[in-house]
């Protein structure tokens, strides 16, 4: 008999990733296990949870019968009855029970509930509303960190900011003060996942302004990025990108002295400050700063040669727009062959990639007319 670890992958669900005993059909023409379909349609969506797209209303789900005589072929032998979880309630009574708790039993609870959130809205949900943030922040902010307790907690905070819906409540309170608290002073794998969170709160636009307008928010990941391990400095300059998108942000940034720590990331092949960089160059601040560093064109041409197609985007981006406001950077750019090196981006397959090689040319063009 085939172990469950030996089953293709076609014959898991997407949602809760088990060998489903009952495919179903969606009429984005995905196929799932009718439990869990049926969980996420009575959660209220009506939009595929791979595509993302609107789905029949009411809700079509039709056997997939072909799939089952797979699976039922492929095992030979009767479907095996489902994994049975703890109860929810009962973890989330745990968590949010006295200080004086055991902590094992905190510790627990924390695994199972990040386990059962992380694929399940309903979970999620419940959690939510069960006043069990409150205790989870008392965790992220506890001073004993046995066990990994801080990141344990920061794990469950991920999986709640999953939801759009969360998110803003999170925020609301007071989920960003414990979590920017992490971001100096956590053990662990806690500083990273700290990171992280705020990426995920962030991704909804009127939490970028609260986030960055926090004090040491901002300040806190430009600390990360100067002295975190290789983990640490990629969310952080994940999180910091993600913030940066808001207008106000980048200011903030800049004035914490975000560009040198940003350049020198770059230097290390880090990307991801090649990405922030282009976003900052989009102030005046931001140009300001970049313009007394001398080996700033060399980084960013290293990333225009060897980068991903992310980093090149965002390499010719920050190059442009210093070379719109600056004719000694112009100059410089033509003389290390910048214009070259667009052009031959024009054929790049990434169309954001192209577009922003021909702004670029188009900057640079009067330039080498003139040499």
């Known amino acids: 008999m085939a172990t469950s670890t030996q089953f293709p992958d076609d014959f898991r669900c997407p949602i809760s990733l088990e ?216 969310e952080a300059a994940t999180a910091l990108y993600t913030l940066c998108s808001f207008p106000d942000n980048r200011v903030r940034a800049v004035q914490n002295q975000a560009v040198p720590v940003l350049i020198k990331n770059a230097n290390l092949g880090l990307e991801r400050s090649v990405e922030v960089l282009g976003l900052l160059a989009k102030c005046k601040e931001g140009r300001y700063e970049m313009f007394k560093y001398c080996g700033l064109l060399d980084i960013l041409i290293k990333f225009l040669k060897n980068g991903s197609s992310r980093a090149v985007q965002y390499g010719l981006l920050t190059i442009s727009l210093l070379c719109s406001y600056s004719e000694r950077m112009r100059v410089l750019a033509v003389r290390e062959g910048v214009f070259e090196i667009s052009v031959g981006l024009l054929q790049d397959d990434n169309e954001k990639v192209r577009r922003n090689a021909n702004s670029l040319i188009q900057v640079l063009q009067g330039q080498t007319l003139s040499l």
């Not at 699976?71 to 200080?99: D, G």
């Not at 694929?119 to 990994?148: Q, Y």
């Not at 956590?186 to 926090?214: C, H, M, P």
């Open 19 to 234: 060998i489903m005993s009952d495919p179903v059909i969606l009429s984005s023409g995905h196929t799932f296990d009718r439990s869990s379909i049926q969980r996420w349609v009575d959660s209220g969506h009506r939009t595929c949870p791979i595509t993302k797209l609107p789905i029949s209303d009411p809700v079509s789900l039709i056997p997939n019968h072909a799939l089952r005589s797979l699976i039922s072929n492929y095992t030979l032998v009767s479907f095996p009855k489902p994994l049975t979880y703890p109860e929810p309630q009962s973890l989330i009574q745990t968590l949010i029970a006295s200080s004086s708790s055991n902590l094992d039993s905190k510790l627990h609870s924390l695994d199972q509930l990040s386990k059962l959130s992380k694929r399940d809205l309903a979970i999620r949900r419940k959690l939510t509303e069960s006043g069990a943030v409150s205790a989870l922040l008392n965790c992220v902010n506890s001073d004993d960190d046995s066990g990994g307790l801080q990141e344990k907690a920061l794990h469950l905070l991920l999986n709640l900011s999953l939801d759009d819906d969360n998110k803003v409540g999170l925020v609301a309170e007071g989920v960003v003060g414990k979590v920017v608290s992490s971001l100096r002073r956590g053990a662990g794998d806690s500083r990273a996942v700290a990171a992280t969170v705020l990426t995920s709160l962030a991704v909804v636009e009127v939490n970028k302004a609260t986030i960055g307008a926090y004090p040491d928010a901002i300040p806190g990941l430009i600390s990360l990025l100067w002295g975190g391990s290789g983990r640490e400095r990629k």
